[in-house]
């Protein structure tokens, strides 16, 4: 019988930071400093001043560990930090600016959302990072506070996920609603009526079609998607193994060897 997705993951993630780097990481799958969990070769002074700036922590243990997602998201997309105009993802290139863990607040109090990576040029590109959150279950949960969003921003698809939400709070098993709404809310009351594109990346084994909870959580994303299409904030799902193979199509960079040798693995 096959462990439980979680732990296997976490176990196949460890194999993949050791055998990508020269980094000792501990039993628990946590290397000594959050720079010895990145690629070597990024401007870790422009990342750090980045991740320092979000409300996320993410500079303390949790950029340590193998299974990261802003260390997934870090490691994908850094080498472009600083020179954003080369890096592309989906139909979206030629970006003016880009930045990690990027602050779009919605007004409300509490914590702001807070996107993995923030990119805008001829196209505004956000990015929600998962690795293995996902796989943990939850349910969605809105303050009446939201309420209010409504009435200044306008109708969107969006709000009515928020309804949709409150009346089937663990409509999705896997997928994490709650906070891809509240960062479209975030991304629309920062760009308004602009077009903007939500990618929820995520990562999932090679052998991902032998575990169904990725089928259920592939199929959860798919539908948030369809549901918000007219929507000024899109939503496009997609893996990171998708992404990858997108960019070995065309022009692959130079860091998808050490990708590819750390994360994409089977469990």
Not at 70 to 86: C, D, S
Not at 226 to 237: D, E, F, M
């Amino acid at each position: 019988m096959k462990q439980d997705l979680l732990s296997s993951s976490y176990a196949a993630l460890l194999l993949g930071a050791r055998a990508a780097s020269k980094a000792n990481f501990d039993a628990r799958g946590y290397a000594l400093s959050w720079k010895a969990n990145l690629l070597e070769i990024l401007p870790m002074d422009a990342i750090a001043k980045d991740l320092a700036a979000g409300a996320g922590c993410e500079l303390d243990g949790k950029l340590r560990a193998a299974h990261s997602s802003a260390a997934l998201a870090v490691n994908t997309f850094g080498p472009w930090r600083e020179e954003p105009y080369a890096m592309r993802i989906g139909d979206a290139d030629r970006f003016a600016t880009m930045s990690f863990e990027a602050v779009c607040p919605t007004g409300l109090r509490g914590t702001a959302p807070h996107l993995d990576l923030l990119a805008t040029g001829p196209s505004i590109v956000a990015v929600e990072s998962k690795c293995t959150e996902w796989m943990s279950r939850k349910a969605a949960q809105f303050s009446p506070a939201y309420d209010t969003l409504e009435k200044t921003h306008g109708h969107s698809p969006w709000f009515t996920q928020i309804r949709m939400s409150r009346d089937k709070p663990n409509r999705y098993s896997f997928l994490d609603s709650a906070q891809l709404i509240k960062h479209a809310l975030g991304l629309i009351t920062r760009y308004e009526a602009r077009p903007v594109e939500l990618f929820y990346l995520y990562w999932e084994p090679r052998n991902a079609d032998e575990w169904s909870q990725c089928a259920v959580h592939r199929a959860e994303a798919k539908d948030l998607a369809s549901q918000v299409g007219n929507a000024s904030v899109t939503l496009r799902a997609l893996s990171y193994l998708e992404l990858w193979s997108e960019w070995e199509v065309k022009d692959a960079p130079a860091h998808l060897p050490y990708l590819r040798t750390r994360y994409d693995c089977s469990v």
